[in-house]
Nanobody
Framework: QLQFVESGGGLVQPGGSLRLSCLTS????????MGWFRQAPGKKREWVSCITSGSEYIDYKDPVKGRFTMSRDNAKNTVYLQMDTLKPEDTAVYYCNANSEISLRDYWGQGTQVTVSS
């Protein structure tokens, strides 16, 4: 059974940092574009960042550019999201997403809560 293990969420003060990790049991992980999405209470899920299979292309939603850094380790089937200078508006459940570059099928993690509050 396909598994995503997301970790690294928690409570942090404004200006603080967190590093999210997403370990997946996906076959051919290296053939998937990976992404992070987030959903704040009462709001729709939104895209945050993505990274292509070989890390050739990385992109971010404008509000997190310069503060968040996404990376991946294909040998470990893991993606990361380093979040610095966190703001209260970053509070959300963060979801790991995998999109097959072959079938275009989407897969989702269970989410990890990030709360930025003093």
């Amino acid at each position: 059974q396909l598994q995503f293990v997301e970790s690294g969420g928690g409570l942090v003060q404004p200006g603080g940092s967190l590093r999210l990790s997403c370990l997946t049991s996906l076959s051919h992980f290296e053939l998937h574009t990976m992404g992070w999405f987030r959903q704040a209470p009462g709001k729709k899920r939104e895209w945050v960042s993505c990274i292509t299979s070989g890390s050739e292309y990385i992109d971010y939603k404008d509000p997190v550019k310069g503060r968040f850094t996404m990376s991946r380790d294909n040998a470990k089937n893991t993606v990361y999201l380093q979040m610095d200078t966190l703001k209260p508006e970053d509070t959300a459940v963060y979801y790991c997403n995998a999109n097959s570059e072959i079938s275009l099928r989407d897969y989702w993690g269970q989410g990890t809560q990030v709360t930025v509050s003093s």
